[in-house]
């Protein structure tokens, strides 16, 4: 659906909260248009944490997020939602498209200066975005893969060709005057999507050892990955083919590309309706034993509603080890227990408050280490 405009109230209110909060905090919500293409109806406002909006939060005013992952929520929004967010410190202009990937709706950024509106972006989900954000990915995989200067230089030089694209992908929209209207919460009730969430105890010993070759081959610690089937006894199979990552991590694009065609697909579209319901993602922790931590929890379990595999091998191949996090009500619990003191930061009083706090961080993410559980590798040579 096309904007025309956003209601004046909807942008003074976010900018009004961005200011009260100050810090460099961004505040949002999401925001409805109706027949006129004027977004005039918004969710209740959410500030901003220590990494941002928290996307949970933001969801729970449109449906219940208990016990749902983060592309669950996604896929109860309504047709003719927006998301609203404000960029302390910058205008409207809109350079990234991975919001838009990601919720697969329009996203709108209102700038905030000098405690004021300074413009407000709009940017719409197209195919073609879609695709940007599939060479960003591979840009940064190739700077990895780079083995002279020369080659550095290139890749470096496409990446700044790339950028350069990025600046025109936004337009401005302007407020209009339009009567306030109440906040309105938990507009989809009535819509339900949820994804199995099949239980995890044993993969291939097969296509675990592809993976270690592979993870082996590049070298450099770099991570690689694959979409495997869990069957109704908990044993995975290979689906797809095996793609490359970074140290410490694989894009989510171009670990779904490894068994469908991503092509002008955004992320929700992807794993919503395209990877297979009973999909887990296997990747390698070179060095590691298997062991994995709040950052896989979030790139499985959290965002995608799948469990996520680690084999951990170390230099010479030797596997050493494979655990599951699977998609159990845990991992969406500690999610939201994060984003909680994610904004929890922010009302500390004191050096001994702000301690509690960051310490209760480091207690969620090892509560995340602990959600992991050993599995089986059958069929091992």
Same mark, same amino acid.
């Given at each position: 659906?096309?904007?025309?405009?956003?209601?004046?109230?909807?942008?003074?209110?976010?900018?009004?909260?961005?200011?009260?909060?100050?810090?460099?905090?961004?505040?949002?919500?999401?925001?409805?248009?109706?027949?006129?293409?004027?977004?005039?109806?918004?969710?209740?406002?959410?500030?901003?944490?220590?990494?941002?909006?928290?996307?949970?939060?933001?969801?729970?005013?449109?449906?219940?997020?208990?016990?749902?992952?983060?592309?669950?929520?996604?896929?109860?929004?309504?047709?003719?939602?927006?998301?609203?967010?404000?960029?302390?410190?910058?205008?409207?202009?809109?350079?990234?498209?991975?919001?838009?990937?990601?919720?697969?709706?329009?996203?709108?950024?209102?700038?905030?200066?000098?405690?004021?509106?300074?413009?407000?972006?709009?940017?719409?989900?197209?195919?073609?975005?879609?695709?940007?954000?599939?060479?960003?990915?591979?840009?940064?995989?190739?700077?990895?893969?780079?083995?002279?200067?020369?080659?550095?230089?290139?890749?470096?030089?496409?990446?700044?060709?790339?950028?350069?694209?990025?600046?025109?992908?936004?337009?401005?929209?302007?407020?209009?005057?339009?009567?306030?209207?109440?906040?309105?919460?938990?507009?989809?009730?009535?819509?339900?999507?949820?994804?199995?969430?099949?239980?995890?105890?044993?993969?291939?010993?097969?296509?675990?050892?592809?993976?270690?070759?592979?993870?082996?081959?590049?070298?450099?610690?770099?991570?690689? #990955?694959?979409?495997?089937?869990?069957?109704?006894?908990?044993?995975? %199979?290979?689906? +797809? @083919?095996?793609? !490359?990552?970074? &140290? /410490?991590?694989?894009?989510?694009?171009?670990?779904?590309?490894?068994?469908?065609?991503?092509?002008?697909?955004?992320?929700?579209?992807?794993? #919503?309706?395209?990877?297979?319901?009973?999909?887990?993602?296997?990747? %390698?922790?070179? +060095? @590691?034993?298997? !062991?994995?931590? &709040? /950052?896989?929890?979030?790139?499985?379990?959290?965002?995608?509603?799948?469990?996520?595999?680690?084999?951990?091998?170390?230099?010479?191949?030797?596997?050493?080890?494979?655990?599951?996090?699977?998609?159990?009500?845990?991992?969406?619990?500690?999610?939201?227990?994060?984003?909680?003191? /994610?904004?929890?930061?922010?009302?500390?009083?004191?050096?001994?408050?702000?301690?509690?706090?960051?310490?209760?961080?480091?207690?969620?993410?090892?509560?995340?280490?602990?959600?992991?559980?050993?599995?089986?590798?059958?069929?091992?040579?």
């Amino acid at each position: 659906m096309r904007v025309n405009g956003i209601a004046r109230y909807i942008a003074d209110m976010l900018v009004q909260k961005t200011v009260e909060l100050s810090q460099g905090r961004n505040a949002g919500c999401f925001g409805f248009i109706n027949e006129q293409g004027i977004v005039d109806k918004m969710t209740p406002i959410v500030p901003g944490g220590l990494n941002g909006l928290p996307v949970r939060k933001l969801l729970d005013n449109v449906t219940a997020m208990e016990g749902k992952s983060l592309i669950e929520g996604l896929e109860m929004l309504p047709p003719n939602a927006v998301l609203v967010t404000t960029r302390p410190g910058k205008t409207g202009l809109i350079t990234d498209v991975s919001g838009v990937d990601f919720f697969d709706i329009p996203i709108i950024a209102i700038g905030v200066k000098n405690q004021e509106m300074a413009g407000i972006g709009i940017i719409y989900p197209q195919g073609e975005y879609f695709d940007l954000a599939t060479q960003s990915e591979e840009v940064d995989l190739k700077i990895l893969a780079a083995r002279t200067v020369d080659e550095e230089k290139e890749v470096l030089r496409d990446s700044t060709e790339l950028s350069l694209k990025y600046l025109q992908l936004s337009s401005g929209l302007e407020t209009i005057d339009w009567p306030e209207a109440e906040p309105v919460c938990r507009v989809s009730e009535e819509k339900q999507f949820s994804l199995p969430k099949p239980g995890v105890n044993s993969i291939s010993g097969e296509f675990a050892e592809q993976l270690v070759a592979k993870s082996i081959e590049v070298g450099q610690g770099r991570e690689v #990955a694959a979409i495997g089937i869990v069957d109704e006894k908990g044993y995975i %199979t290979q689906k +797809g @083919g095996i793609v !490359v990552g970074g &140290i /410490g991590y694989v894009p989510s694009r171009m670990l779904a590309s490894s068994c469908i065609d991503i092509s002008g697909k955004s992320l929700r579209k992807i794993y #919503a309706g395209m990877i297979p319901p009973n999909g887990v993602i296997v990747h %390698t922790h070179p +060095g @590691g034993t298997g !062991v994995m931590h &709040i /950052g896989d929890a979030n790139a499985g379990p959290g965002s995608w509603g799948r469990p996520i595999v680690a084999i951990g091998h170390d230099s010479e191949g030797v596997i050493r080890g494979a655990t599951v996090i699977q998609a159990v009500r845990e991992v969406y619990d500690l999610a939201d227990e994060d984003e909680d003191l /994610g904004l929890k930061f922010f009302e500390a009083a004191t050096p001994e408050e702000e301690s509690e706090i960051r310490n209760r961080k480091f207690g969620v993410a090892q509560e995340y280490t602990n959600l992991c559980i050993p599995i089986e590798i059958r069929g091992q040579l």
